[in-house]
């Protein structure tokens, strides 16, 4: 049975929290650390149903990997020493286990079959599959796009991609096979997507040249190291949305990564007037951690948000539309058609949603426009089985008048198992 999350209107939040470990970069800790010679210790990793899919996988493939409360431990063989999988590998609802795990798989002398949740089957795959299939592998995909995938591995050879969409799985798909192929292999992307694997590859000491928006990397063995994860802004966004939207509110966020591909949606929210603050800048195993104080302060005011920063705000659009409802203006949001192409199509699953809230709130083909009346009603929305759909809505629901009922909650374990408890404590 599905649960669903009601909320009731809230004044304003007060306390400080920590969030969990960022997903994006626990799925690189755990797959870089397998394909390390020796034992790597992961500290801090998010708890998420996504990185349970990409650790359950890695077993299957056979790594061993302990698990000593929060902290993992991972015994890596080295490149190419993956076993073959008696199974089809599951990577439920993840994109990113998916994408990262076939830029391995491609190179392993094996063939092996990548499968997972009915909402990872509608995602597009050749993105990663064409490139592959030039570096050599043998790829097969349903209707030519669609999981799942069956890989032959084969002996690969380096390429020059240029990418035409800013997507970090894209890229780090091909630095993984470009990390086992023959020769160099440079991936150009029209903007910078997020580069975690970039940092953590240089972090295990592995030789890459960025130039631009080009990476290129060669052949390499690491040894396995010591990785600390920290606090995943993305989940952050939540609160930090909330805090904007709810005047008198004031909140601390502890350990936040802060990683500037990462960091468009508090640039965003700046400019929108919000007051947030960075404190205890640091760096963690390459990654740049703070702190981060939000105190909610009148009203914000709309701005228009396309191009470059696209990548930079990508996961946090849903929370920019609700937010948008409490602008001054009209918020504009373009450049965006890659969020029809995630968990769910997230242009159309918050506009319809928000729309039942009472919000003045327009689809376009690559984003939205959206008209600030500074209230929203309680209604009764569903989050299309999408986690941050999910969560979007919760938060709308905080500002909106009366109760908010949000259907089919269960996904938010996708990216954020805690969630709801770490809400009640602010
Ligand atoms: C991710 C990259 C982004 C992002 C996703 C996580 C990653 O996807 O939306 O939540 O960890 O590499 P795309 O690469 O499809 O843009």
Known sequence: MQHSIIVNQAKSLQGVINVPGDKSISHRALIFAALAAGKSIIKGISGCEDCFSTLNCLKNLGIKIRVRGKTLVVYGKGLATFKNPKKPLDCGNSGTTMRLL????????FSSILTGDRYLKKRPMKRITDPLRN??????????NYPPLRIKGKKLQGIHYHSPIASAQVKSCLLLAGLQAEGTTTITEPFRSRDHSERMLKYLGVLLKIK????????AKFQGKEFSVPGDISSAAFFIAAAVILGGSKIKILDVGLNPTRTGFLETLKK???????EN??????????????????RLKAIKIGGKIIPRIIDEIPLLAVIGCFAQGKTIIRDAGELRVKETDRIHAIVSQLKKMGALIEERKDGMDVFGMDK?????VKSFGDHRIAMALVI???AASGKTKVNNTDCINTSFPGFKDLLKTL
Not at 212 to 219: H, L, M, Q
Not at 281 to 298: K, T
């Open 135 to 144: 570096m050599g592998a043998e790829i097969n995909a349903d209707k030519g």
């Open 376 to 380: 929203l009603k309680g209604a009764s």
């Open 212 to 219: 631009g928006t080009a990476v290129s990397i060669s052949k």
């Open 102 to 109: 076939s830029g391995i798989l491609a190179a392993q002398n």
């Open 396 to 398: 709308a629901g905080l």
């Open 281 to 298: 800048r640091r760096e963690i195993c390459g990654e740049p951690v703070a702190d981060l104080e939000i105190n909610g302060e009148g």
């Open 272 to 278: 929108m007037g919000a007051k947030i603050e960075i």
